[in-house]
């Protein structure tokens, strides 16, 4: 009897210690109601540059928004899948939401913008967003090295009640 209970507690105990783990490596993201459609055209513009080097189909939107006195700053711009665990490594900027665009997800980071966003209660989980287990056994020569340059070509707008201007464009830090 008295293995039993001890047979049943290491089990509930095990089963605790792999539901933790499972949590702690899914990240659940909210999902996010776009409120100014001109983002909408923003995305259009990159989705034509992206299109050109092909980054559609393995890289994710990324949308950064930093409120200022007088507008909001949006930097836009794509990031490989493969390479987000290594982007975001040493990034502080919080992951806000998501929105669908074109049928695609655009993840959205920094500051809360009302006007911009709003919360839905929905919530959706990305596979590349997830940590890897440290203490896996894994093939050295399957290891793919870092990417050489992290930061993606990114455009910087300043958007206003009633204008967009494309403030700067080219290698930039999209996050912080």
């Known amino acids: 009897m008295k293995s039993l209970i001890i047979k049943l507690t290491m089990l509930?105990?095990?089963?605790?210690?792999?539901?933790?783990?499972?949590?702690e490596n899914s990240h659940s993201v909210k999902q996010?109601?776009?409120?100014?459609?001109?983002?909408?055209?923003?995305l259009a513009s990159m989705k034509i540059g992206e299109k050109e080097r092909h980054n559609l189909r393995t890289g994710v939107y990324v949308v950064k928004v930093q409120k200022?006195?007088?507008?909001?700053?949006?930097?836009?711009?794509v990031i490989f899948k493969d390479d987000f665990q290594w982007y975001l490594k040493d990034k502080r900027d919080k992951l806000l939401g998501y929105f669908?665009?074109?049928?695609?997800n655009v993840l959205v980071f920094g500051a809360y913008a009302p006007s911009l966003f709003s919360t839905l209660a929905s919530a959706k989980?990305?596979?590349?967003?997830?940590?890897?287990?440290?203490n896996e056994?894994?093939?050295?020569?399957a290891i793919k090295p870092p990417p050489i340059i992290f930061e993606p070509e990114v455009k910087v707008y300043h958007i206003t009640s009633r204008k967009i201007i494309l403030h700067k464009k080219?290698?930039?830090?999209?996050?912080e």
Do not use: C, P, W
């Open 170 to 175: 080219g290698l930039l830090n999209l996050l």
């Open 12 to 23: 509930v105990f095990l089963l605790g210690v792999n539901n933790h783990l499972s949590n």
């Open 32 to 42: 996010l109601k776009l409120l100014d459609k001109r983002i909408e055209y923003l």
């Open 68 to 77: 200022t006195d007088n507008y909001y700053e949006l930097k836009l711009g």
């Open 137 to 141: 056994q894994v093939d050295s020569a």
């Open 125 to 134: 989980s990305f596979d590349f967003l997830n940590l890897k287990m440290q």
């Open 100 to 104: 669908e665009f074109n049928k695609r």
